[in-house]
């Protein structure tokens, strides 16, 4: 009768797992922060991605951990990048499926800010045409979506401008809509190598305080041409994510970030909390919110017990 009356269902193709790639072969090297996740070679991504096809999760985000970073974030937006590499490689074994990539500069810039840097703070406009050349080498790399998380002004607009003027009008922006500087990236900064060398993202994520300019930051996003939204972290955030859902007819999706995977991580660990019934809860929860899909690094445990 549970079953019967249940007002939430969760399933694979809900979830998205975000991967991390890096050059090299062979390599599959631990993220201490988040047990279970890796710094990946490619070879082992694309051997990755046969679990998670099997499983019928919805998709994989992939961040690129690069050779060589710089003031200019030049491997970000190179053909023959870390991250291109990776999409064409997956897309060649599985063509099937869903490749979504983060379009953002700080896992390539030498100081690991978001963008370019002009005496303490990042020029937003500047940054903007890195973006859109980001995304455009995405697109043509075989990515389906392409998710800016860089929280610049008008960067989903430049993005769509150049998709469209490159022939990729059927590539799909999910915008990092109302993405929070929050504590909780501290485990992804580990694994991506990207914490700021620097002062902070304070200038450019928004304060968790605000939840009406999360809002604002939303109808923005959509006017400039997101197809879908974006609420990070998730759980902090349940009530924005329950009035984008009343407010927004587009598809919603949230990030359960790092942190948030570390935290239950570290309770098992220690045998405080039980695995899988904290993972299920808190990705119900998200569901239950109003996400219609969320990045998550549990998308292959949830998966499998769903299976
Ligand atoms: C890049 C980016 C970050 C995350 C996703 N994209 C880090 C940040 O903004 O510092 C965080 C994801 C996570 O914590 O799991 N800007």
Redesign the pocket.
């Known amino acids: 009768m549970r079953r019967l009356v249940r007002e939430t269902q969760l399933e694979p193709a809900d979830f998205i797992l ?1 991967l991390f790639v890096c050059p090299g072969e062979g390599i599959r090297k631990p993220i201490s922060s988040m047990p279970g996740n890796f710094q990946l070679s490619i070879d082992e991504l694309v051997k990755e991605c046969e679990g998670a096809h099997a499983l019928g999760i919805g998709g994989i985000i992939l ?1 690129g951990i690069p050779d060589h970073k710089d003031e200019m974030a030049s491997e970000n937006y190179d053909d023959n990048g870390i991250v291109q590499r990776a999409i064409r490689a997956v897309k060649r074994a599985y063509p099937n499926l869903l490749v979504m990539t ?1 379009v ?1 500069n ?2 390539y810039t030498s100081h690991g800010h ?1 963008g370019y840097v002009v005496g303490n703070d990042v020029d937003n406009d500047v940054t903007l045409d890195w973006l859109a050349k980001c995304a455009v080498t995405h697109a043509r790399a075989g990515a389906d979506i392409v998710a800016p ?2 929280m610049m002004d008008g960067r989903v607009g430049a993005i769509r401008t150049a998709l469209d003027a490159n022939g990729f009008q059927k590539i799909a922006i999910c915008a990092y809509s109302a ?1 929070f500087a929050s504590g ?2 501290g ?3 580990e694994a ?1 190598e ?1 914490t700021p060398t620097f002062g902070d ?1 304070r200038t450019y ?1 928004m304060d968790p305080a605000n939840g009406r300019e999360a809002m604002h930051e939303m109808q923005l996003d959509l006017e400039e041409g997101a197809d879908m939204l974006m609420v990070k972290p998730a759980m902090p955030y349940l009530d924005l994510l329950r009035q984008a859902r009343d407010r927004f007819d587009v598809p919603l999706s949230a ?1 359960q ?3 948030e995977y570390s935290m239950i991580m570290a309770a098992v660990e220690k045998g405080w909390l039980d695995y899988d019934r904290i993972m299920m809860e808190t990705l119900t929860s998200i569901r239950r919110a109003g996400a219609d899909f969320i990045l998550t690094y549990f998308a292959r445990d949830a998966a499998k017990l769903l299976g």
């Open positions: 975000p961040f983060d953002c700080c896992e978001c998380s860089d993405k909780f990236y485990p992804f900064r991506a990207s993202r994520q990030y970030v790092s942190g």
